[in-house]
């Protein structure tokens, strides 16, 4: 019997193991194969060699363009992922009925590279009238959501003050007229009677106005859902008050603060009540939720010095000392969980800082350290834009913008003339503003500047939640007067199929 020979079991013994052995090489290859890749690496078929890879996502607005890297033409579609050498490419973005999108970028040895942000803008957007006004509006603004568009009506003869209020997700509907109390505002019916746009609240549904008249100014709670709702702060708290902020981003409490006094102070509108002021030497503030506050104080500073501030539930931290100037720019925002500030001025280095507490608290550093310095002399705007993840100071036509992701600083000049001075952020990777008579739109990083349809409006256009219909205004010819137009964002293959508007 085979199994008895002594030879032939030996010999079964090698090859049992000699197999064991091969699938364990074999095991051991895979898994050494699926690690590298992991890792980046890859194998040229054609020469044997190693090749380090990148990853690439590619993504864009709309979807379903096509993508091109060196000019050659890939089998996928937005949204799409690459495992790629390293090296320097050339991304090219094209759908029918829509501009390009280009960008070049390097990609390194087992680094990933995200280009979801991509909005593709149509090469001729269709426009539709939504209505004419005799003069250009005031007032324009939108809510937090982006789903209600609030336009006063232009001054008439008449004290009343109304406004139009446009539901962008259904445009093609009347707007409903709101109409503010008459006995909301002092001296209403004046020449000099503007109102000024302060902030929404986060419910969408109270807008904090400044009002300015011949005799001075007043906050106004602004209630769009129910206009009688509207109180004037100035009357309900018998102040008169510098500047007014929303703390928490509600009406229930605010800060009211007062210039010559240069004090800080809480106002509880749902009880009446005013507190005593909780801040002195305050130069400029900038609020944050319930309990936390930048301000800029001169408080115990040498001549031609100040000092930014982080107030945190009473407890004060030092943040930047730096130059006295005419603006200061403060601001702060969480991204990705970290908390990030800048501060400065109009005449200063412009910082900012990653957890700048977390570096305060901790013995070993005592103090906030900058993670990256502008020296923008002139500086007007210092601004996150909707996702955070960037931060963007403004100069004229100079700009300085941070990535908190890539961490990567930018610094460019726009070649375009930017009408009105300040451009804002359209969402979360790209300036809106205008130039000429163009409504203008570019990246963070200045790439695929372009113009995207005519406007008067000197500030930015507004959009639907979706994004896929612009708001502004146009001139009507010979007339002084000017039309509210909606300007379709979609084009080729996604417009409606049934005709729709």
Avoid at 111 to 140: G, H, M, N
Avoid at 176 to 205: F, G, I, Q, R
Wanted: neutral net charge; hydrophobic residues 40%; aromatic residues 12%.
């Amino acid at each position: 019997m085979d199994y008895l020979d002594p030879r032939k079991q030996r010999a079964y013994k090698i090859r049992l193991m000699v197999g064991y052995f091969l699938t364990g090489c074999v095991l051991v290859l895979a898994t050494l194969i699926l690690v590298y890749g992991a890792y980046g690496y890859g194998i040229n078929t054609k020469t044997g060699q190693i090749i380090e890879n990148g990853l690439l996502f590619v993504g864009s607005q709309p979807g379903g363009a096509q993508i091109y890297l060196n000019g050659k033409l890939q089998s996928s579609t937005t949204s799409a992922r690459f495992v790629l050498p390293a090296k320097k490419y050339t991304l090219t973005l094209k759908k029918a009925g829509y501009r390009s999108w280009q960008r070049s970028f390097i990609l390194n040895a087992h680094a990933i590279e995200r280009y979801d942000y991509p909005f593709l803008f149509p090469t001729q957007p269709r426009t539709f009238d939504l209505k004419d006004y005799d003069s250009l509006p005031a007032l324009v603004t939108q809510t937090p959501d982006y789903h209600w568009l609030i336009v006063e009506q232009p001054a008439s003869t008449s004290a009343t003050v109304s406004f139009d209020e446009f539901d962008t997700s259904n445009l093609a509907a009347q707007p409903l007229v709101l109409n503010l109390p008459a006995d909301l505002l002092t001296d209403a019916d004046s020449s000099a009677s503007t109102l000024k746009v302060v902030e929404w609240s986060s419910d969408n549904k109270h807008l904090l106005l400044e009002h300015d008249y011949a005799g001075g100014q007043e906050f106004i709670v602004f209630d769009r859902t129910d206009p009688t709702k509207s109180f004037n702060i100035n009357k309900l708290f018998k102040i008169n008050p510098t500047q007014v902020a929303l703390r928490n981003k509600s009406v229930d409490q605010l800060y009211l603060y007062d210039g010559s006094a240069q004090t800080l102070q809480v106002a509880d509108t749902t009880q009446n009540v005013l507190a005593p002021a909780f801040l002195k030497h305050v130069l400029a503030f900038k609020p944050y939720g319930d309990s936390l506050m930048t301000y800029v104080t001169d408080e115990n500073m040498p001549s031609g010095q100040v000092q930014a501030r982080i107030w945190n539930n009473g407890q004060t931290y030092p943040l930047y000392t730096f130059k006295a100037g005419t603006h200061y720019l403060i601001n702060a925002a969480q991204y990705s969980g970290h908390w990030y500030y800048v501060a400065g001025s109009d005449t200063s280095r412009i910082n900012i800082y990653e957890d700048p507490l977390s570096d305060i608290a901790n013995p070993k550093i005592g103090k906030a350290i900058p993670v990256l310095g502008f020296d923008d002399l002139g500086a007007t705007q210092a601004s996150f834009s909707n996702n955070a993840r960037f931060i963007g100071i403004e100069a004229a036509q100079t700009f300085a913008v941070y990535d908190f992701e890539a961490k990567q600083a930018y610094r460019y000049t726009v070649k375009q003339p930017l009408s009105g001075g300040q451009v804002s952020w359209m969402d979360g990777d790209r300036w809106i503003g205008q130039s000429g008579t163009s409504v203008f739109v570019f990246d963070y990083d200045y790439a695929n500047p372009q113009m995207v349809t005519p406007s008067v409006y000197s500030g930015p256009a507004f959009f639907s939640a979706n994004y896929q219909q612009m708001i502004t205004f146009t001139a009507v010819p010979n007339s002084s007067g000017v039309t509210l137009e909606r300007v379709d964002m979609r084009a080729g293959t996604d417009l409606p199929k049934n005709g729709a508007q």
